[in-house]
C-alpha cells in the first residue's frame, strides 16, 4: 500500500501544515462561499496561490490530476452541457459566450476541491475534527461531538476506500473486463466487490476502535494560534478582495 | 473443566481472565463457541490453537468485549465484561490478524496515541505513553511516519504498540505472525517474549505452533468452538495434528518441542 492518494494526510513541516486547522477550514470555508462571484482576477489569483501551496507541500500535482480524473470527467461534462445548446433542431450550437461562462464555473468547481486536496493533505484527521468541534460547539443543536466524529471517519475513510478501488480496478483489467462493452455491467462488476470490502473493511475498523476504547469523550489535539495564522487570515483577505476586479 | 476464580492482586495464583460456560451463535445460526471454560491467571503465556473456523478469534473477541455470550460469563479482573465492557478493554488489549484493519491515525504517533485519547488522558500523559510503547517496540523516530508504509513487521509492532499505550494487564494476539517473512516474525516474537517477562499476561491464538509453542507455558487446543485439549505443552503436543493443526517439525522428528528462534 504505497502512496494512498494525495487526498490523504501527508506529515510535513510546510507552512500549509504549520497552520491551525482552524484557520485553514475558514479559509476553505470563506474562499469557497466567495468564489462564485470570482472572476478571472479572484481566480487567477487563488490558482497561482494554491499551485503554490502544493508545490510548498511536497505534492505532485500529477498525483492530484490522477486522484481526481472521475472529477475531472465530471468538470468536462459540466463544461459540455453548458457549452452546447440546440437550438429548434438536432445541430449542436457551441457559443463562445457560453464557454467561457463554462470555463468559469468549471475553474470555481476546481478550486474548492483543490482546496479541499490541501486541507485534507496537510491536515491530520483528527486536527480536523477537533477544528470542528470548536467550530459548531455554539450552535446549540448540533451534537458537535458526533458531527465531528462522522467528519473524521469519512476523512479517515477516502483515501482507503480509494486504494480498494483502484485495486479491484486493477484486478479486473487483470482479467481483461475491457473487453465487456456494456458500461451498466462493468459498473455494476466494479462496484459489488467495492462495496462488500467497504462495509466489511468498515465492519473491521469499528471492531478495532471498540477494541481501543473508543469514545466521543476523547482527548482532543491542541489548538493554538499563532502569527502565521494571521499572515494566511490577511493573505486570505487580500484574494477575496480580489473578487471586486474583473 | 476446574475453573480457577479470581482472588484479587494479593493472592499467589490469580486467575484474570475467566470464561464460564461460554456460548456463542452467530446471525446465520452456526455455533461459533460451545461451553467454553477457562481461566487465565496473570503472567502465563497461553498459546490457543486450532484450525480455521475452530472459534479462536470469536473467543478472543469475547475476552475483549467485542462480542457479548449467547450464555455464559465472562470476568476480567471478576468484574462481568458484559456489565461494562469499556472496563475489560483497558484491561484486556487486542491486536487484530489484520494490522490494517486495526490503523486509525495518519502517522504512527496519531496511531499509538489513538487508545490513550479514548481515555480522555492529559497530553502530556499521553506523549508519555506513546514513547514508552513506541521504544518498547523498536518503532522510536517513526512518529511521524505514515502506517501504510511500514512494512509488515513494521505495522504488527506498531499495533501492538497501539495498545501497550493504554498500558493493558493483558495482551490477546490473533494470529500475530500470519504474512510476516521470517526476519519480522523473529522481531515481532522477540517483543512478545520481551513483553512477557516484563510480566504482561499473553494470549495468542494460532494454527501455526512451530513459531511460538516453545516459549508457552499453556497449551489450549480449540476444534468446532469448544475446548478439546488444555495443557502443558509438552503434554498436549502430541495430539494436536488431529484437531487439524500441524505439530513442530521437532515434535515430528521426535526431538520434542524445540526453540523456533536460535
Known amino acids: 500500500m504505497d502512496e494512498l492518494s494525495t487526498i490523504g494526510f501527508a506529515p510535513g513541516q510546510s507552512p500549509l501544515h504549520q497552520l491551525d486547522p482552524r484557520t485553514k477550514q475558514a479559509l476553505l470555508m470563506g474562499l469557497s462561499a466567495i468564489s462564485p462571484w470570482g472572476r478571472l482576477t479572484f481566480l487567477v489569483s487563488l490558482s497561482v496561490v ?64 483543490s482546496m479541499g486536496a490541501l486541507l485534507m493533505a496537510t491536515t491530520r484527521a483528527a486536527d480536523i475534527r477537533a477544528a470542528l468541534v470548536w467550530y459548531l460547539k455554539p450552535i446549540p443543536v448540533v451534537d458537535e461531538k458526533m458531527a465531528a466524529t462522522m467528519v473524521g471517519l469519512v476523512v479517515r475513510f477516502l483515501p482507503v476506500i480509494l486504494f480498494q478501488a483502484a485495486e479491484i480496478s486493477d484486478a479486473q483489467r487483470a ?32 471492531a478495532a476502535m471498540q477494541a481501543r476504547c473508543y469514545s466521543e469523550h476523547r482527548t482532543l489535539p491542541d489548538l493554538s494560534f499563532s502569527r502565521h495564522d494571521g499572515l494566511a487570515i490577511g493573505a486570505g483577505i487580500l484574494i477575496s478582495l480580489t473578487v471586486l476586479f474583473p | 473443566m476446574a475453573v480457577l476464580a479470581w482472588r484479587g492482586p494479593q493472592d499467589n495464583t490469580v486467575s484474570i481472565i475467566q470464561t464460564t460456560h461460554l456460548y456463542h451463535r452467530f446471525a446465520d445460526d452456526t455455533q461459533g463457541l460451545c461451553d467454553v471454560s477457562l481461566a487465565f491467571n496473570e503472567g502465563e503465556f497461553t498459546v ?46 487486542m491486536v487484530f490478524q489484520d494490522a490494517d484493519s486495526q490503523i486509525v491515525g495518519e502517522t504512527v504517533y496519531d496511531d499509538a496515541a489513538f487508545g490513550p485519547e479514548n481515555l480522555a488522558l492529559g497530553r502530556l500523559q499521553i506523549n508519555r505513553r506513546v ?8 518503532l522510536c523516530g517513526f512518529e511521524n511516519k505514515r502506517p501504510h508504509h ?16 493504554m498500558a493493558p494487564r493483558v495482551l490477546l494476539m490473533d494470529e500475530p505472525f500470519s504474512n510476516l517473512d521470517y526476519p519480522a516474525t523473529c522481531l515481532v516474537l522477540d517483543q512478545i517474549l520481551n513483553l512477557h517477562s516484563n510480566g504482561h499476561t499473553i494470549i495468542i491464538t494460532t494454527h501455526d505452533l512451530e513459531k511460538v509453542v516453545a516459549h508457552a507455558q499453556r497449551l489450549v487446543v480449540m476444534a468446532d468452538g469448544r475446548v ?25 522428528l521426535g526431538k520434542g518441542i524445540r526453540p523456533w528462534m536460535s
Open chain 2, 228 to 252: 478439546v485439549e488444555d495443557g502443558l505443552p509438552t503434554e498436549v503436543i502430541d495430539g494436536v495434528a488431529r484437531y487439524g493443526i500441524r505439530p513442530p517439525c521437532s515434535v515430528q
Open chain 2, 131 to 138: 514513547t514508552r510503547a513506541l521504544e518498547a517496540v523498536d
Open chain 2, 48 to 93: 490457543i490453537a486450532g484450525a480455521n473456523g475452530s472459534g479462536k478469534t470469536t473467543l478472543l473477541r469475547h475476552l475483549n468485549g467485542l462480542l457479548l455470550p449467547e450464555s455464559g460469563a465472562v470476568t476480567v479482573c471478576g468484574k462481568s465484561v458484559e456489565e461494562d465492557p469499556m472496563a475489560a478493554r483497558q484491561q484486556v488489549g
Open chain 1, 175 to 206: 482479467r481483461g473486463i475491457e473487453r465487456r462493452k456494456n458500461p451498466l455491467s462493468r459498473l455494476m462488476i466494479f462496484s459489488l466487490p467495492l462495496f462488500r470490502r467497504v462495509f466489511l473493511s468498515a465492519d473491521e475498523l469499528v
Open chain 2, 150 to 165: 511500514l512494512s509488515g513487521g513494521e505495522k504488527r509492532r506498531l499495533a501492538i504498540a497501539g495498545v501497550l499505550a
Open chain 1, 50 to 113: 494554491i499551485l503554490l501551496s502544493f508545490r510548498a507541500a511536497g505534492i505532485r500535482l500529477s498525483r492530484l490530476i490522477g486522484d481526481i480524473r472521475y472529477f475531472l470527467l465530471f468538470l468536462l461534462f459540466v463544461f459540455v452541457v453548458r457549452t452546447v445548446t440546440f437550438s429548434g433542431g438536432w445541430i449542436p450550437n457551441i457559443s463562445v459566450e457560453l464557454a467561457g461562462e463554462a470555463l468559469m464555473v468549471c475553474w470555481r468547481l476546481l478550486m474548492v476541491v
